[in-house]
């Protein structure tokens, strides 16, 4: 049947709502018995010796996200690219790497050509994607289907979650397999990924106070993006969505870079949202925030309720998410980098699910 927009005003907004239902499905789909399941071929982590990571627009924030989840959960060395370059640098490909595509359509012409350079190069070849029947998933070896189901709105948002969620899996499987976590720390971790949809249900409940706020970012010419350590990631991916639909400028930094150009830009004009759960990297973005606003900047704080106690006054605005592990805020803090863009591009009035000059698959050059 036609996918339809379920009385929504866009499909963008219906697939960010939907995103506890599919995200509970895609984890669904990958268990058996309790445990861990990919479909076969597998991958056998204790033989794998690196990760080679190749995507292009959102998919590749789902990658660069996913390789804090390998080096820090499973100690398994990662390489990140877009497809665009790695294609042409012909980079070396040591024996015992594995090579993921990471791919909503399938069908994005870069990515199928790194796919393609891989092919007689590394151990195995992944798909992670969502359209099961495309060209990348049948030119690998293994297929790893997000089950997003039928993705519209031009600008990736459940994809990007359920993205998220498949490579967190294959991390926790990698941990275990090398001896990084033992089975009870194993199962710790996936009741934590369990419950991850019904936070983001919870998180839902920013929706009102981010209009509110969003009706005020349309005004910017600028924002900037902060984030530090797994939440930088994220932050190029609000970045990303912001400029897609709002046609704002939109940067990402981490945190730490701020001293390195960004700051010469911040004035009271060019708001600053920053990306902050409660983690060991808490204190350091908080004074990297006090820095902007000693210049004046205007920050949007994106915490818990006790990080935006903790943060103290004089941030310009903030929203107030469910806590959660910090391994986890990257598909929780997706939310908000979602629905600001969502409702920034609607005040604006520009076409939220058809943005001008862009597509939903790039399968040309
Ligand atoms: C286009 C879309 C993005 C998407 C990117 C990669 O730029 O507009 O939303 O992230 O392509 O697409 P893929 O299908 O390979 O994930």
């Known amino acids: 049947a036609a996918v339809d927009k379920a009385g929504y005003k866009h499909f963008m907004a219906k697939e960010i709502a939907e995103q506890p239902a599919v995200l509970t499905r895609a984890l669904d789909a990958y268990f058996a018995d309790g445990a861990i399941a990919l479909p076969e071929p597998g991958l056998d982590f204790s033989r794998i010796e690196r990760l080679t990571l190749v995507a292009c627009g959102t998919a590749f924030y789902a ?17 990140v690219d877009v497809a665009s370059e790695f294609r042409y640098r012909e980079p070396p490909i040591s024996p015992g790497t594995a090579a993921l595509f990471v ?17 007689d190069r590394a151990e195995t070849i992944g798909a992670v994607v969502n359209v099961t029947e495309s060209t990348i998933a049948r030119e ?8 997003a189901g039928a993705e519209i709105g031009v600008a990736s948002t459940k994809a990007f979650t359920c993205q998220l969620t498949v490579l ?9 397999a090398r001896g990084r976590l033992d089975d009870a720390a194993l199962a710790d971790k996936i009741a934590g990924l369990r419950a991850l949809p019904g936070l983001v249900n ?20 600028d924002i900037l993006f902060l984030g530090r350590g797994i939440m930088y990631p994220l932050a190029l991916e609000g970045a990303l969505k912001l400029k897609e639909i ?46 902007v606003m000693a210049r004046g900047g205007r920050i949007l704080l994106v915490s818990d309720a006790t990080g935006i ?3 103290g006054d004089g941030v310009w605005q903030s929203l107030a998410m469910p806590e959660v592990d910090p391994w986890l805020a990257p598909i929780l803090y997706a939310l908000p980098a979602q629905l600001l863009a969502y409702h920034t591009a609607v005040a604006k009035g520009t076409d939220v699910d058809q943005p001008r000059n862009l597509a939903k698959s790039v399968t040309v050059e």
């Open 63 to 79: 990658c660069l996200t996913a390789k804090y989840w390998f080096e820090q959960l499973a100690r398994l060395p990662v390489e």
């Open 140 to 147: 690998s070896d293994l297929v790893l289907p997000i089950h």
């Open 246 to 291: 709002s046609y704002i400028h939109a940067e990402a930094y981490a945190s730490g870079e701020l001293k390195h150009g960004p700051i010469a830009l911040v004035d009271e004009h060019v708001p600053v949202i920053v990306m902050a759960p409660r983690d060991g990297l808490f204190d350091k973005t908080i004074s990297n925030m006090q820095e």
């Open 103 to 119: 791919s909503q359509s399938g069908e994005t012409a870069d990515t199928l050509a790194a796919l393609r350079y891989c092919r």
């Open 202 to 221: 919870h998180g839902l409940a920013i929706e009102e106070a981010t209009r509110d706020i969003a009706r005020r970012l349309s005004e910017a010419r």
């Open 309 to 311: 106690r903790e943060a």
């Open 168 to 176: 967190l899996l294959l991390a926790l499987r990698a941990a275990h």
